[in-house]
């Protein structure tokens, strides 16, 4: 099946630092989502895109749908403590019939 | 709105009993997925439903794994017999529309340990 592969698998930042992370994909995916998930929770969805070179925000979260549509991209910016988690990119396969994760990036956010 | 409400939280059981984990979705959503979330494999779609129909089960591992949806706001992941391997955090997810499938909500997950 097909697999996202997610860059870098985790970074440690200082707090009020910007942040950029990446999700690739070896075939096209028709719709890009990014959730987050907090320890002992589940994941939350933050941004969805469906429409390449699509570029989308929510709050101090910027993400775009790469024109290849084998990419995307997540930035945070401004870093604030809060925002410690995993991110993982995920998309329906081609078929739309399964829906697939990425590993993740496990961010750190240091005081 | 509660959200997707999951139970139990914790299950810790013994190899060879019967478990079974339980999901209420977000009134009104048409959609709803189950999911198993461990180190080594991540996050894998295990089965989803369209107004209460499976559509795709091809994630559940083996036939040791059913999942049913007897109502809209009701659905189970059971597994019989278990075995140490299915130690894992089950999610469920549920999302409202045909439009936008992909939109989830989930749920807080069971964290299943099988001794």
């Known amino acids: 099946g097909q697999q996202l592969n997610q860059s870098p698998q985790s970074m440690f930042i200082q707090e009020g630092e910007d942040v950029s992370m990446n999700c690739t994909s070896s075939?096209?995916?028709?719709?890009w989502l990014w959730y987050k998930q907090d320890p002992g929770e589940g994941p939350v969805l933050l941004i969805a895109?469906?429409?390449?070179?699509e570029l989308t925000s929510n709050g101090r979260l910027t993400a775009q749908f790469g024109i290849t549509r084998k990419d995307s991209f997540l930035n945070i910016s401004a870093s604030i403590p809060s925002d410690v988690g995993i991110y993982f990119c995920?998309?329906?396969?081609?078929?739309?019939?399964?829906?697939?994760f990425g590993p993740g990036t496990r961010l750190s956010v240091l005081p | 709105d509660a959200g997707v409400i999951q139970s139990p939280r914790h299950e810790v059981t013994e190899m060879g009993q019967e478990v079974t984990l339980r999901c209420k979705p977000i009134?009104?959503?048409?959609?709803l997925f189950w999911y198993r979330q461990t180190m080594m494999r991540g996050l894998e779609l295990l089965i989803y439903?369209?107004?209460?129909?499976?559509?795709?089960d091809s994630g559940m591992p083996e036939d040791r794994f059913s999942a049913k949806m007897p109502n809209a706001s009701f659905s189970t992941l059971k597994i019989q017999p278990s075995e140490p391997r299915d130690s894992a955090v089950y999610f469920c997810?549920?999302?409202?529309?045909?439009?936008?499938?992909?939109?989830?909500?989930f749920g807080p997950g069971t964290r299943l340990t099988v001794t």
């Open positions: 997810a549920s999302s409202p529309s045909d439009t936008r499938p992909y939109e989830q909500y």
């Open positions: 895109l469906y429409k390449a070179g």
């Open positions: 995920a998309g329906p396969d081609n078929y739309g019939q399964n829906f697939v």
């Open positions: 439903f369209n107004n209460n129909v499976p559509i795709d």
């Open positions: 009134s009104g959503h048409d959609y």
């Open positions: 075939s096209i995916f028709n719709t």
